[in-house]
């Protein structure tokens, strides 16, 4: 895993000839990640696309969620290996968001997305008032999108019109699992009929005027929809990168870009004179605590690496540097 903060230096590519420790230049200084948070793509150590998946309402609850029995569910997945898994508690169905596929030991294979509680599969999925991540069939592209109830999102990428497999009104109480609730309806049950009858003229009043103001207006104000015929609203988060140099999609872990193929953190240190693109790998930085952030020097064709504070030298050449990557264009942040 990186270390707790950003290097403090930085490699400076100015003076290739004396590889001195004190190459360095401006830095930039910014909490990574936990203990807990390594060789996967999906995770953080505030969980990721766990907590970023979760339901709004589970957030804002004091009391926990009641969740529903769960059968024929996928198996097979690794928390270590493949990242969090999201959950939702909604009206009709709870969901587990798997965010990646995966094959399990006995070589089933599992389909990234939504499982509900019957261990029925949906690619996409949106809740109502909730936040949820929805895939592009056509470009693979990922976005998160808060549902706004007539919306038709569109991918934020490659702007082709998103196919919702299931709507699920977000739950706003858990009566439906708890059973000792009393609900409007049992109240009413209990007001005798000339009660229910005085309630019914007091509504009617009140409720005619309004109607017959909305009318009016109606008749008056043109219909929105005869010339607005846009009607979708799409909020979506910057969480996706796709490197052409190893061509493909890395994902944000905390506040830095993650590749599981090859176990790197790499982010843009645009604080730097000048920018350049720092990468920590797991098995190689790992060795020096908390220090061990690399940059490739393109003029020299070599890895440098932070050993101590302000102290950079070139890469042992014991590692194998044969699985290492790098951007192609060194100080030039192309994936903002």
Same mark, same amino acid.
């Given at each position: 895993?990186?270390?707790?903060?950003?290097?403090?230096?930085?490699?400076?590519?100015?003076?290739?000839?004396?590889?001195?420790?004190?190459?360095?230049?401006?830095?930039?200084?910014?909490?990574?990640?936990?203990?807990?948070?390594?060789?996967?793509?999906?995770?953080?150590?505030?969980?990721?696309?766990?907590?970023?998946?979760?339901?709004?309402?589970?957030?804002?609850?004091?009391?926990?969620?009641?969740?529903?029995?769960?059968?024929?569910?996928?198996?097979?997945?690794?928390?270590?290996?493949?990242?969090?898994?999201?959950?939702?508690?909604?009206?009709?169905?709870?969901?587990?968001?798997?965010?990646?596929?995966?094959?399990?030991? @006995?070589?089933?294979?599992?389909?990234?997305?939504?499982?509900?509680?019957?261990?029925?599969?949906?690619?996409?999925?949106?809740?109502?008032?909730?936040?949820?991540?929805?895939?592009?069939?056509?470009?693979?592209?990922?976005?998160?999108?808060?549902?706004?109830?007539?919306?038709?999102?569109?991918?934020?990428?490659?702007?082709?019109?998103?196919?919702?497999?299931?709507?699920?009104?977000?739950?706003?109480?858990?009566?439906?699992?708890?059973?000792? #609730?009393?609900?409007?309806?049992?109240?009413?049950?209990?007001?005798?009929?000339?009660?229910?009858?005085?309630?019914?003229?007091?509504?009617?009043?009140?409720?005619?005027?309004?109607?017959?103001?909305?009318?009016?207006?109606?008749?008056?104000?043109?219909?929105?929809?005869?010339?607005? #015929?846009?009607?979708?609203?799409?909020?979506?988060?910057?969480?996706?990168?796709?490197? @052409?140099?190893?061509?493909?999609?890395?994902?944000?872990?905390?506040?830095?870009?993650?590749?599981?193929?090859?176990?790197?953190?790499?982010?843009?240190?645009?604080?730097?004179?000048?920018?350049?693109?720092?990468?920590?790998?797991?098995?190689?930085?790992?060795?020096?605590?908390?220090?061990?952030?690399?940059?490739?020097?393109?003029?020299?064709?070599?890895?440098?690496?932070?050993?101590?504070?302000?102290?950079?030298?070139?890469?042992?050449?014991?590692?194998? #540097?044969?699985?290492?990557?790098?951007?192609? @264009?060194?100080?030039?942040? #192309?994936?903002?």
């Amino acid at each position: 895993m990186p270390p707790s903060r950003h290097s403090s230096s930085h490699h400076s590519s100015s003076h290739h000839s004396s590889h001195s420790s004190s190459h360095h230049s401006s830095s930039r200084s910014h909490s990574s990640h936990s203990s807990s948070s390594h060789s996967s793509s999906y995770r953080s150590s505030s969980g990721s696309y766990g907590s970023l998946f979760r339901s709004s309402s589970g957030s804002s609850r004091s009391t926990a969620p009641v969740r529903r029995t769960r059968s024929s569910q996928p198996y097979g997945w690794n928390n270590k290996v493949h990242g969090s898994v999201g959950h939702y508690y909604c009206s009709t169905h709870d969901y587990d968001y798997y965010p990646q596929d995966w094959t399990a030991q @006995d070589g089933r294979q599992f389909k990234e997305g939504y499982y509900d509680e019957n261990g029925q599969h949906y690619e996409n999925m949106a809740m109502i008032g909730g936040t949820t991540m929805l895939k592009c069939s056509y470009c693979g592209n990922r976005m998160l999108h808060k549902w706004v109830e007539g919306d038709l999102p569109v991918c934020d990428k490659c702007g082709a019109q998103l196919k919702i497999d299931i709507t699920d009104k977000e739950e706003k109480s858990y009566s439906g699992h708890s059973g000792n #609730t009393t609900t409007l309806k049992d109240e009413l049950k209990k007001v005798p009929l000339i009660g229910k009858i005085a309630i019914g003229v007091f509504l009617c009043c009140m409720i005619l005027p309004i109607f017959i103001i909305f009318a009016a207006l109606f008749l008056i104000v043109p219909n929105k929809d005869s010339y607005d #015929t846009t009607r979708y609203e799409t909020s979506s988060v910057k969480n996706s990168i796709h490197v @052409d140099e190893i061509n493909r999609t890395c994902y944000l872990d905390g506040e830095d870009w993650y590749d599981s193929q090859t176990e790197c953190w790499f982010y843009y240190n645009d604080t730097a004179s000048p920018a350049q693109w720092q990468y920590w790998y797991e098995g190689i930085s790992s060795d020096y605590g908390d220090y061990g952030w690399m940059e490739y020097d393109s003029n020299e064709n070599a890895w440098y690496i932070e050993t101590n504070d302000g102290n950079w030298v070139h890469l042992p050449s014991a590692y194998d #540097t044969t699985k290492l990557w790098h951007m192609t @264009d060194e100080y030039t942040n #192309t994936y903002d």
